[in-house]
Each structure stands twice: as C-alpha cells, then as structure tokens.
C-alpha cells in the first residue's frame, strides 16, 4: 500500500514556491496523473490528517519548480519525491519534464497552461516506474 499525501509546493533556490507561482493549478492534476499510473500495482491512499504512521509506504512529492511563459513558450515543471518505506531509509526521486507547444499548433483558445497536462502525464509515468524499483537519487530529465 502506498500512501500518497497532497502535493505541495517546495523550497526552490533558497525560495518557496506557492499557488501564485502556479498559474496552472499543477499540484492536484500531478498527485492525480501518479496515483492513476500507481494503481495498477499498489493500492493507493491519501493518508488520514492527523493519523500515526501506518505500515504503508509514504510517497510525498513537493514541486520545486514551474515555468510557464506565454503560449508557445516551454512549461517545465521540476519535483522532488521522498518514498518513505517502514523499516527502509527513505529514497528520493528528482524530475522535469518540458514542453512546447508548435508554434503551427497554437491557436487562440491556447494558453501557456495548454502543455501543462503532457507534463503532468509525464511526470505521473516517472514516478511510476521509478516506484517499480525505488533506488535512491535518480534524477530524469524528461523520462531519461
């Protein structure tokens, strides 16, 4: 069982990052993008505020970086994640993901959040097969 708290927002640079760093709303779509792609092997949780430890793995993912810049521009999303396992030392996870959206595909209704939900996707699929085999310090640039 894996219990998957919030995604929040982290320490980038010497500076917290906070929803007006985010004009996408990307922690609730991330938190659902890596619970979609973990359920096929673990059983799933958002851990009850205020409860002990129980004998689930805790996979805490914190976003420490996002670009997004006018339509067209990349949208980069970096995070970071900790699997907290009983027994274990907890493991870390470090990710980004990029996209640009063609300047061929832009079209009026596209904004700069119009990448946002491919990155997401992404980051969700990382996660998910670094759980697979949860080695300390791996870091991927775009699934790599």
Same mark, same amino acid.
């Given at each position: 069982? *894996?219990? =998957?708290?919030p995604?929040v927002? !982290?320490?980038y640079?010497?500076r917290? &990052?906070?929803?007006?760093d985010d004009a996408?709303?990307?922690?609730e779509? =991330?938190r /659902?993008a890596?619970q ?6 673990h059983? +799933? $949780?958002l ?5 002990g ?5 805790l996979?805490?993912?914190? #976003?420490? @970086?996002?670009v997004t +810049?006018?339509?067209g !521009?990349? %949208? #980069? $999303? *970096?995070i970071?994640a900790a699997?907290?396992?009983? !027994?274990?030392?907890a493991?870390h996870?470090?990710? &980004? ?6 300047h061929?595909?832009?079209?009026a209704? %596209?904004?700069e959040?119009?990448? &946002? @939900?491919a990155?997401i /996707?992404g980051l969700?699929?990382? =996660?998910?097969t670094?759980m697979?085999?949860?080695v @300390?310090g791996?870091?991927l640039v775009?699934g790599?």
């Amino acid at each position: 069982m *894996v219990a =998957l708290p919030p995604v929040v927002y !982290g320490h980038y640079r010497g500076r917290q &990052m906070s929803e007006s760093d985010d004009a996408c709303g990307v922690p609730e779509p =991330l938190r /659902q993008a890596v619970q979609d792609r973990l359920k096929a092997r673990h059983d +799933v $949780v958002l851990p009850a505020s205020g409860s002990g430890r129980s004998s689930a793995s805790l996979l805490k993912i914190e #976003i420490m @970086d996002i670009v997004t +810049v006018s339509a067209g !521009g990349p %949208t #980069i $999303v *970096v995070i970071h994640a900790a699997l907290e396992r009983p !027994g274990l030392p907890a493991v870390h996870f470090k990710g &980004m993901r990029q996209m640009h959206v063609q300047h061929s595909d832009i079209k009026a209704d %596209t904004t700069e959040c119009s990448a &946002m @939900d491919a990155v997401i /996707q992404g980051l969700g699929a990382d =996660l998910a097969t670094w759980m697979l085999k949860p080695v @300390d310090g791996v870091s991927l640039v775009n699934g790599a």
